[in-house]
């Protein structure tokens, strides 16, 4: 799902085990990036990162993803969370209808 946070782009997807998964969730979730623990998901938040996440790829390497390093920084994100991987960050339900707008695919006027 594309929407705004903070008058920027950012790739999201709501937590749930039953709704469709882009490219890049299936992909994390292969890697063992995402995974699932009962009804929390676990998130490599390390593991994230540019060419799997598209919006990322003109993004600079930082010191977690230079050279593929892992550190093991994880998250934890609950059914109807939302996991925001362009900002590296997890917000609830709330949070979401609060600092973020969707936008329909192709909008990102």
Do not use: C
């Not at 995974?35 to 929390?40: A, E, I, K, N, S």
């Not at 998250?75 to 996991?83: A, E, P, R, T």
């Amino acid at each position: 799902m594309q929407a705004f946070y903070k008058h920027h782009p950012a790739t999201v997807w709501q937590i749930s085990k039953t709704n469709q998964r882009p490219d890049w969730v299936q992909e994390a979730f292969n890697q063992n990036h995402l995974m699932w623990l009962d009804d929390r998901l676990r998130i490599v938040m390390a593991g994230l990162y540019s060419p799997m996440i598209p919006s990322l790829q003109n993004e600079k390497a930082d010191i977690f993803h230079d050279h593929g390093v892992m550190f093991g920084i994880t998250s934890i994100g609950y059914l109807g969370d939302y996991l925001d991987v362009t900002n590296h960050r997890v917000v609830t339900k709330e949070q979401f209808s609060k600092h973020y707008q969707i936008h329909a695919p192709g909008t990102w006027t």
